[in-house]
């Protein structure tokens, strides 16, 4: 396969208005990846599946990631007046980045071997803005994995033909892939808690305490 | 009747017998389990009635695709929380006396899938299991002495007096509330008039 690199030139060479962003990975396996904006997502999709060096003609897996908004501390020496004097102090600036929902496809041609083309699309936020156009119009197989990211990540893909919840049932309300779901208070007894059910078990007492 | 006499005329060739004990006798011998899995344990149930471990030597070979003519629910697999209220409609929809055998890890507990959130923690929070089987899945050798445990329990069944079956208390339920999809969770998350842990100290 081409590198990431010539991918990315040749989509531009179709697609001149193209806006493409090649996100790297710096682990072993080094599978970097390319950010497509969402309103161009179908246009390069479509190019990928039919341009003849490419034929990336089948999507094997689909997947939603939930990043967290992220507040990044920076310490940074500012000059300030104290009791007169000019001195250089310490302040910490905040940086909030908001958190999104990605959606990522493993892309491989039947046709030429070759791949995976890593794909990624994401979303504005994590709350009104949760949404990305469907890619099953290009690749008929995305369609039951993006009803999946949909139903576990809360993220609306505009186009799809028939979404709905996929492995939860119809009435439920919340997305229990996302990071920041909570689970019902089910706790039951374990002889031997550790780690996050040692935390579960803690919670539940806690929980109990307050109702008494 | 006195067990020993009993037993010692059977020696002679006199075979007497209580209507009680020819009752139970014909019933552990021809329990048909309800057909259906969940899932990995359902291969180990279907080894099971094949040939090699040949669960028809127990009578239990029939596996009927109905409620309406099964004994014996064998709750075989992981229960999701979606699969729940189905497994509790089948078994109210089975005639009584009924049995519940929950075979594997995940059908008496949740197993692996215990923390998380799609997985029921155990059938026995909504119908009245009468063996469990722990295993991951549990080897078809196991299955057959849950049998033999729940052949056992039947031929120990009295019909008359204080400890007799609930099918043969009047009145006592034979159906039992099917679960509702809620927003966040099952409603209600167990039944509390058949599951009631044990609350164990706490320092």
New interface residues.
Partial sequence: MESLEQIRTRIAAAIPTVRLEIVSNGSPSGQHSLLVANEQAVEVAKFLRDAAELKFDYVSNVTGIDWLDTVTKKIVKVKQKVEGIEREVDQTLEEKKPGYLEAVYHLYSMELKHGPLVLRLRTADRGEKNHLPSLTAVWRGAEFQEREIFDLYGVVFDGHPDLRRI????????F?MRKD?V??D?Y??EPTPHD??LE?TKQH?ASEENKT | MDEGLKSELRKQGVFLTSFEELYNWGRKNSIWPLGFGLACCAIEMIATSMARWDLARFGAEVFRPSPRQADLMIVAGTVT??MAPQVVRLYNQMPEPKYVIAMGACAI?GGPF??G??VL?GIDRYIPVDVHIPGCPPRPEALLHAFMTLQRKIDEQPLSGAARPRHLVAGAPSEFPVPE?????LEP??NPAVWQ????A?A
């Fill in positions: 492995l939860m049932w119809d009435g439920f309300k919340d229990p779901y689970e019902p089910d039951e007894y996050e059910v579960k007492h | 929380k979606k507990s215990k923390q959130y799609n923690k999809f809620g927003e966040h969770d998350a167990s842990p044990p609350a164990p706490r």
